[in-house]
Every structure is written in structure tokens, then in C-alpha cells.
């Protein structure tokens, strides 16, 4: 059971958007930021969007990610089927001193 | 070239123990907090724990599944982060991430982890 509840999972045909929401509390995402991370089958975990809402460099404008209260979402336009994979939502959890992550979503291209 | 390269995954018994160690390269290791992240076989993401740099006077932390059986440490004149890794159960069958936070210009962001090592498996069984 993990601190952060994702979606197991979400579908869209290409050229459409999703979104993945990602719940917790106020311990955690209610006053941290929040980071999201794509993870492609059999490869290491990417960053996707820090600090709730930016972009590191070169990841494109398609990928955007918003926060509000205990809640954060990640946004996806213009699906490609390269966008098949896993997302994990993770940030800070002050009551335990630890970081936490959702239990991550599939994103299915249709 | 920014690069983390874990060793020392391999099988192990139950209650047996394991070090593993990453080594890092292409950026200034003593600056950086370092954190190890798990991914058991089929499962999400899992946090392990965390060794902050000297400026925060390399103080760890750790998830709730490891405390009191896992040690993380570094060593910044060999630019390596290491993880202890005793009493080790089953469930601690996972491939192990060594990770950096991200940082521009100004800042760095300490659940930003986008340097991500390739990863070492460590196997739990009799």
C-alpha cells in the first residue's frame, strides 16, 4: 500500500491527452513538492516535472504537472506511443522522514 | 559525462548480508545528497534511504522497510555512495538504483532524482 495512490492505470488513442492524478496528504504532498518520473519498460525511471510544475531541460512541452492541496496531477497532450509507460508521482513526507512514491500508473496508447 | 554505475548485486540467503557500492563521476559527488531506490520485480518504485552531503553533515534516513537493517554511507574522496545491507529478507529481491537529485544554475531539488544509475539486482533466496 503506498503512501501516494496513482491510478493503476489510464488509455487514450494518439494525439489525445491524459491525466494522472496522484493523492496524498499534508504531511507529504499538502506541504512538499511533488515530482513525477516516466520509467519505459526495462530502463531506469526518468524525470519528468519537479517542483509540481517544471520541466528539467529537454523534456518537451507536452508533459506538464500542477498541484493543488493534498492532490497533484500530471498532464500528457498529444499522446505518442512512445508515452507507453510507467509514471510515478513521489515527494517528501515530513511525518516520516522519508520519501515516498504513488504506485505508479500505465499510461496505454491505444 | 554525469554517470552513477552500481556493483555488488548478486544472490544472497535469507538473513545474509550484501554491500553494494555506486560510483560516481562527471560532477562535483561531495556537493550532493545521494539516495538509493529499489524496484522489486513487477512492483513500483521504493525508497531506500538517503546520506546528505557534508554541509548537512552527511545525516541519512531511510524508509520504514530497511531501518535498523540497512546503512547507507559515502565516501566523497572516491566519489562512491555505499549501501550495507543486513538481515536481508525475501522481499528485499529488487534491482537497487543509485540517484542524484537535479540541479540548475541556481537551485537543487531533493526529490528531483534525474541522474539514475543502470541499476544492480540483488536476490533474496535459500
Known amino acids: 500500500q503506498s503512501v501516494l495512490t496513482q491510478p493503476p492505470s489510464v488509455s487514450a488513442a494518439p494525439g489525445q491527452k491524459v491525466t494522472i492524478s496522484c493523492s496524498g496528504s499534508?504531511?507529504?504532498?499538502?506541504?512538499?513538492?511533488v515530482s513525477w518520473f516516466q520509467q519505459l519498460p526495462e530502463t531506469a525511471p526518468k524525470l519528468l516535472i519537479y517542483d509540481n510544475s517544471k520541466r528539467p531541460s529537454g523534456i518537451p512541452d507536452r508533459f506538464s504537472g500542477s498541484k493543488s492541496g493534498t492532490s497533484a496531477t500530471l498532464g500528457i497532450t498529444g499522446l505518442q506511443t512512445g508515452d507507453e509507460a510507467d509514471y510515478y508521482c513521489?515527494?517528501?513526507?515530513?511525518?516520516?522522514?522519508?520519501?515516498?512514491f504513488g504506485g505508479g500508473t500505465k499510461v496505454t496508447v491505444l | 559525462e554525469v554517470q552513477l554505475v552500481e556493483s555488488g548485486g548478486g544472490l544472497v540467503q535469507p538473513g545474509g548480508s550484501l554491500r553494494l557500492s555506486c560510483a560516481a563521476s562527471g560532477f562535483t559527488f561531495s556537493d550532493h545528497y545521494m539516495d538509493w531506490v529499489r524496484q522489486a520485480p513487477g512492483k513500483g518504485l521504493e525508497w531506500v534511504g538517503r546520506a546528505r552531503n557534508k554541509a548537512e553533515s552527511y545525516s541519512t534516513d531511510y524508509g520504514a522497510s530497511v531501518k535498523g537493517r540497512f546503512t547507507v554511507s559515502r565516501d566523497d574522496s572516491k566519489n562512491s555512495l555505499y549501501l550495507q545491507m543486513n538481515s536481508l529478507k525475501t522481499e528485499d529481491t529488487a534491482i537497487y538504483y543509485c540517484?542524484?537529485?537535479?540541479?540548475?544554475?541556481?537551485?537543487?531539488?531533493?526529490?528531483?532524482?534525474?541522474?539514475w544509475g543502470q541499476g544492480t539486482m540483488v536476490t533474496v533466496s535459500s
Open positions: 499534508t504531511s507529504n504532498i499538502g506541504n512538499n513538492y
Open positions: 513521489g515527494t517528501w513526507d515530513s511525518s516520516l522522514s522519508a520519501v515516498v
Open positions: 540517484t542524484r537529485r537535479y540541479c540548475d544554475s541556481t537551485s537543487c531539488y531533493n526529490e528531483a532524482f534525474n541522474i
